[in-house]
């Protein structure tokens, strides 16, 4: 018996303090789940010797982790948020990253819509379409509530789901009962189980989807790792990863315009949604 | 069914990745098997032997908490081990470790509860004699556990099971960060929300084929620790 706790502690005390060097980010399902972090972090890891821990939520979720003081670095992609958390004294530093945009997606040869307010208005106006709504307070979530209400539509009913769940379970749910949902370029790019499903709309100015950069406060939260935390910004903002950020493509599509740079011309219309050519 | 054809060519295709995928799942759930039996099998003998106040609140109480939703066990662990909460300072949130306490958690009263059932049956069986030797009360509760060490392996096991096979804690408590926290359960759930149901489903199988081995060694255990006390 004595061996077994002994055992049990030492398995315990290695995996606790297996690790020094490294920061923990709160950041989106939209960006771990289009494979950017599997592609970034390491050319990181190895320049820095830091190793970067990735928590993926919700946005919501991750501004809480972070408020909770559980992450040194929050990336998410809903700006208003961003700014209160900041504004509340919880976070430091805010900076453009990149973006990409949203787009609504759903059965192909449906129906074909003129627009994003064409779309949405028929959807609540109509008992033949069903739309998916994450329901998570996730930043596509919380994008997806400014349109409804930017169009002065109250999403309500039976065609309106909302199904609390990711990004992935969100298309995941589309494909297999034909409905409308509004995703994250980077994700729906990446999703292997399209099925049916196809972009029909996209490309208007409420779809811009900005990621930002917080560190977070370490006169909040001392414990905080400020100066790696530091060093991480400034690298994911630098001209070099920059670059590379713009380089990530995932079977020819880019996934993500950066935009650290402000001289930099912003196209609304993210590039992402063309091919890219060399 | 092509899908399950290239699930388990990616099987087979085993990758180091996903060996240490596996790996850490197994050492995870293992460890806290083994903290929860140090503290469930004891105190279940004891709930068999002893009777004492409160002795059937604490039956119910902890037949009740097996069927505790790991979701809710994640949570109350989360919030004991954040930053903001009790014990933050010590920064295991989002570690191998906090997954450990989750799973202990969370397979404690079924450890708790299958020990009691072992072990009440031998007590009937053996109260007299263990009475008339007037042993201590901690040989008392040695010889049972021992004399009752199959059963009780038998519900290691299916602890351990519920360990290796729940979700819900582990992705609150660890993050499923990747290469650090990221176990079979939570790679199952992350593959299937990026639509790559394939390899959401190999790793279900090889999660499958690991619940498999164990019921057959609960299975092989079982008969042994029959076919012995017959013998003897």
């Known amino acids: 018996m004595r061996f ?55 946005t919501g979720q991750a501004i809480k982790i972070a408020k909770n003081g559980d992450a040194d670095v929050l990336l998410v992609h809903h700006r208003s948020s961003e700014d209160a ?44 379409y069903t739309f998916v709504s994450r329901g998570d307070d996730s930043g596509t979530h919380k994008r997806e509530r400014e349109l409804w209400a930017a169009f002065n539509l109250s999403p309500q009913g039976d065609w309106y789901r909302e199904i609390g769940a990711g990004m992935g379970a969100a298309l995941n749910m589309s494909a297999s009962i034909e ?3 509004l995703s ?9 189980n399209k099925g049916n499903l196809d972009i029909v709309a996209q490309g ?66 993210c590039p992402s949604s063309v091919p890219k050519v060399d | 069914m092509s899908i399950l054809g290239q699930a388990i060519d990616l099987v087979l295709s085993a990758d180091a990745e996903l060996g240490r995928i596996v790996g850490l799942s197994l050492r995870v759930s293992l460890t806290a098997t083994l903290i929860a039996s140090l503290f469930a099998i004891p105190m279940g003998a004891a709930l068999a032997i002893w009777n004492f106040r409160f002795r059937q609140v604490l039956i119910v109480i902890s037949t009740s908490l097996m ?18 909460g009790p014990l933050g300072s010590y920064g295991i949130l989002f570690t191998p470790a906090a997954m450990i306490i989750a ?44 004399d009752a060490r199959f059963a009780i392996v038998t519900a290691l096991l299916a602890g351990f099971g519920r360990a290796l096979a729940e979700v819900g804690a582990v992705i609150i408590v660890g993050g499923n960060i990747a290469g650090f926290t990221r176990v ?33 060694l609960i299975h092989w255990i079982g008969s042994f620790g029959r076919k012995y006390q017959v013998v003897r």
């Open chain 1, 4 to 58: 077994i706790t002994a055992c049990c502690f030492l398995l315990f005390s290695t995996m606790t303090f297996a690790e020094d060097k490294f920061i923990t980010i709160a950041s989106t399902t939209s960006t771990q789940n289009s494979g950017l972090y599997d592609y970034l972090l390491p050319q990181f890891t190895k320049e820095t010797g830091i190793d970067v821990r990735v928590v993926a939520v919700g």
């Open chain 1, 85 to 128: 958390f900041v504004a509340d004294g919880f976070g430091i530093d805010r900076r453009d990253v990149m973006y990409n945009d949203f787009v609504l997606v759903g059965p192909k040869d449906k129906a074909n819509f003129e627009n994003l307010e064409a779309a949405l208005t028929t959807f609540s106006s109509s008992n033949d």
């Open chain 1, 179 to 181: 409905a409308y949902t």
């Open chain 1, 184 to 192: 994250d370029r980077g994700t729906w790019l990446s999703f292997g």
């Open chain 1, 204 to 269: 208007e100015d409420m779809l811009f989807n900005p990621y930002g950069i917080i560190l977070v406060n370490p006169a909040k939260h001392p414990h905080v790792k400020i100066d790696m935390a530091r060093q991480f910004s400034d690298w994911i903002i630098s001209d070099r990863t920059q670059s590379i950020i713009g380089e990530f493509t995932l079977n020819g599509m880019q996934l993500f315009c950066p935009n650290a740079n402000p001289e930099q011309n912003i196209d609304v219309i």
């Open chain 2, 67 to 84: 069927a505790l939703p790991p979701v809710v066990v994640g949570l109350m662990v989360y919030l004991l081990l954040s930053r903001a």
């Open chain 2, 103 to 146: 799973q202990s958690v969370l397979i404690f009263p079924i450890v708790l509860a299958l020990t009691r059932e072992a072990i009440l049956p031998l007590n009937r069986d053996y109260e007299n004699l263990l009475n008339a030797l007037n042993v201590s009360p901690t040989q008392r509760l040695k010889t049972l556990i021992w």
């Open chain 2, 184 to 216: 079979m359960t939570t790679t199952i759930a992350l593959e299937t929300s990026k639509g790559n149901l394939q390899l959401a489903l190999a790793l279900g199988i090889i999660l499958l084929s690991i619940a498999f081995a164990i019921n057959i």
